[in-house]
């Protein structure tokens, strides 16, 4: 019985119940038998003793019982309160599935296109912004001046007339026309200048005038005549029908300059070459990062597709031993539409090209080799084109996005077919579960594949 009623412990009376739970206590006098001899060989107590505390015990059972009895009516309530909080949750969550399926509904679509590598080494020509079909190409012609500070070596007098190259257009017949040693060419401001040897203009070509260079020289010396790049007129033609057919413009790459009249320092010639050298190292440089800078958007600026010329200024005296040797150098470049390029080597190398969107990968790392005298300010470019790259078909983005808006992951494979020129695309749909694209076009992203 000790190990019902243990001495010194709590009986099954004493366990506490919650407060919420608990009947108040029923005051009961608690009666212990007296204390018998116990047998100290056997440790067990006598008959009676045991008896009494075994109906003690079933008491108290009985008692608790009924007072769990009670425990469970009260919480029956509970019981129905379980139910609607777990009737919340499950709400809760499928409101939570509604959010994703729709905040968060967003597809996106990795696309292989169609390519093919090749090994270019093809030769090109290109026609100076040119509205029919082939291949055109822009100009665009850049100034800077340098200056390097010198030291003196002595004066002297100095007369010498501006000069530069012109170019000289027959827009009149296809006959070839004479032009004569001295022939003049004046400017818009009454300048006159004269080419240095007779030359002889081409006939035009259809509508393309014929054309050719030549010299020029101004009428006197003097810095006024330094005007750079101008348009010319032929005064020997006024009041015929070819004044307004002939006609002239300075070549941006050899600009009219040089002229002066006055007394100058002069410097070593050691000195001076060397410094217009320098002049012209700097001066490409800088030039250079402004055309890259200055190419179209869509266009491609080939390292090597361009010219430059510096002309000397007239020399300014820094001190009365000290002299600044200045130059005024020009960059001519030309430019290329990235896929007018593309399409037009596309058509010598491209398998199965029909003239559909394309474009070469990395097209700026081609290697640009110029040909025939190559002349930014030409009518006409030729060039060869050499590299190894890559052509990749185009296709129309957007388009294609407006198709698979709303549509199922099932209709991908026949949405794509309208597309020819994608081989292979991956789909992946946000959330998972949902198998239709979203509605909306922006929320579905495109990527190329890598």
């Known amino acids: 019985m000790q190990d019902i009623v243990p001495n010194g412990q709590r009986s099954i009376r004493n366990v506490p119940l919650p407060t919420s739970r608990a009947k108040a206590p029923i005051a009961r006098p608690i009666e212990r038998p007296a204390a018998r001899p116990v047998d100290v060989m056997s440790q067990e107590p006598h008959e009676e003793e045991r008896k009494e505390a075994i109906r003690s015990a079933r008491q108290e059972f009985e008692e608790f019982s009924s007072d769990s009895s009670s425990y469970d009516d009260e ?64 100009s665009k012609t850049i100034k800077q001046t340098g200056s390097v500070q010198l030291k003196a070596t002595g004066e002297k007098q100095v007369s010498t007339q501006a000069s530069g190259t ?13 032009l004569v040693k001295n022939t003049r060419f004046e400017t818009p401001e009454g300048l006159i200048y004269r080419i240095s040897d007779s030359v002889t203009v081409p006939g035009k070509v259809g509508s393309t005038p014929g054309t050719v260079e030549a010299v020029v020289l101004a009428d006197e010396a ?35 300059a040089g002229g002066f009249a006055g007394t100058v320092k002069i410097v070593a010639e050691a000195d001076l070459l060397k410094a217009q050298a ?101 009518e006409t470019v030729s060039f060869t084109v050499q590299g190894d790259s890559i052509f990749e078909w185009a296709y129309d983005e957007v388009a294609y996005k407006q198709k698979l808006a709303g549509a199922t992951k099932a209709d991908v494979a026949s949405i794509t077919q309208a597309f020819p020129t994608i081989e ?27």
């Open 222 to 256: 003097g810095e006024k005549y330094n005007v750079g790049l101008k348009d010319f007129t032929i005064p020997g033609f006024k009041g015929d029908p070819r004044f307004n057919s002939f006609y002239a413009k300075s070549k941006p790459s050899k600009p009219l």
């Open 278 to 378: 320098d002049i012209k190292t700097k001066a490409t440089v800088e030039l250079l990062k402004q055309a890259e800078a200055q190419v179209p958007e869509g266009s491609v600026f080939f390292a090597g597709a361009n010219t430059v010329s510096c002309a000397p200024l007239p020399q300014e005296n820094v001190s009365s031993s000290e002299v600044l040797v200045k130059m005024e150098c020009a960059l001519s470049a030309v430019f290329f539409d990235k896929l007018a390029l593309s399409s037009q080597l596309a058509k010598m190398r491209a398998n199965g090209y029909q003239g559909e969107a394309i474009f070469i990968r990395d097209i700026e790392n081609l290697t640009f080799i110029p040909r025939d005298g190559f002349d930014p300010s030409a």
């Open 75 to 138: 919480s029956s309530g509970g019981g129905k309160k379980k139910f609607f909080v777990a009737g919340g949750v499950v709400a809760v969550v499928l409101a939570g599935i509604l959010v994703l399926s729709t905040v968060f509904h967003g597809a996106t679509v990795t696309v292989t296109p169609r390519t093919q590598a090749v090994s270019l080494k093809d030769d090109v020509t290109a026609v100076k912004s040119s509205t029919t079909s082939g291949l055109s190409f822009q």
């Open 424 to 450: 292979k695309v991956d789909v992946s749909i946000r959330p998972f579960w949902l198998k239709t694209f979203p509605s909306e076009v922006s929320d579905i992203t495109v990527r190329k594949a890598l």
């Open 166 to 178: 012109i170019v000289i257009y027959n827009n009149y017949n296809s006959t070839a026309q004479r």
